[in-house]
T-cell receptor, first 112, second 115 residues
Framework: SQQGEEDPQALSIQEGENATMNCSYK?????LQWYRQNSGRGLVHLIL?????REKHSGRLRVTLDTSKKSSSLLITASRAADTASYFC????????????FGKGTRLSVIA | GAVVSQHPSWVICKSGTSVKIECRSL??????MFWYRQFPKQSLMLMAT?????????EQGVEKDKFLINHASLTLSTLTVTSAHPEDSSFYIC???????????FGEGSWLTVV
């Protein structure tokens, strides 16, 4: 039931650099959300962007959404070692009680 | 803020036994909860949607008789892995939709190891 693909699957950068992760999805959506997961832990909600929005900011995070291309990007600026985690995009196809469908995720490693 | 509590955090059981995992929404009502499983270095795969007071909806390929889901109240859903086998060893995560809006909150997950 996976909806999309993230790329890259793995990304390794130096502390202070920016990290960009992309996500593509297949069906029409109501909104798209990005989550972070530390190894072996639950998911932390980062940001939600609605289908009628194109860009959204939250602290060091910037998310874009292009519904014509069915894609989204997550930019983390001035990365820190603590940003090391897996990042997933997830979509909700319709309103109501439909579940989040996750992409495959990007494993980000930030090297101090 | 809203919190979803999942218990136990980890469990080891013998092959053939059953294990129950609980998912509770602590300060909101969740008419719908979702159960996922995640293998190492892979994404979350939706197993089933749990609706309060009705039968769960299972994804294709998920055995409903093996993964019993009960959503008896607006704050509690349980997943029971019956007759567990080593291949059922995985990370199971629940999530709950706040009935007041679109926000979905996740539990911390439960590691199941079947030996």
């Amino acid at each position: 039931s996976q909806q999309g693909e993230e790329d890259p699957q793995a990304l390794s950068i130096q502390e202070g650099e920016n990290a960009t992760m992309n996500c593509s999805y297949k069906t029409s959506i109501n909104n798209l959300q990005w989550y972070r997961q530390n190894s072996g832990r639950g998911l932390v909600h980062l940001i939600l962007i609605r289908s009628n929005e194109r860009e959204k900011h939250s602290g060091r995070l910037r998310v874009t959404l292009d519904t014509s291309k069915k894609s989204s990007s997550l930019l983390i600026t001035a990365s820190r070692a603590a940003d090391t985690a897996s990042y997933f995009c997830a979509t909700v196809r319709n309103s109501g009680n439909t579940p989040l469908v996750f992409g495959k995720g990007t494993r980000l490693s930030v090297i101090a | 803020g809203a919190v979803v509590s999942q218990h136990p955090s980890w469990v080891i059981c013998k092959s053939g036994t059953s294990v129950k995992i609980e998912c509770r929404s602590l300060d909101f009502q969740a008419t719908t909860m979702f159960w996922y499983r995640q293998f190492p270095k892979q994404s979350l795969m939706l197993m089933a949607t749990s609706n309060e007071g009705s039968k769960a909806t299972y994804e294709q390929g998920v055995e409903k008789d093996k993964f019993l889901i009960n959503h008896a109240s607006l704050t509690l859903s349980t997943l029971t892995v019956t007759s567990a086998h080593p291949e059922d060893s995985s990370f199971y995560i629940c999530s709950a939709r706040d009935h007041r809006g679109n926000t979905i909150y996740f539990g911390e997950g439960s590691w199941l190891t079947v030996v």
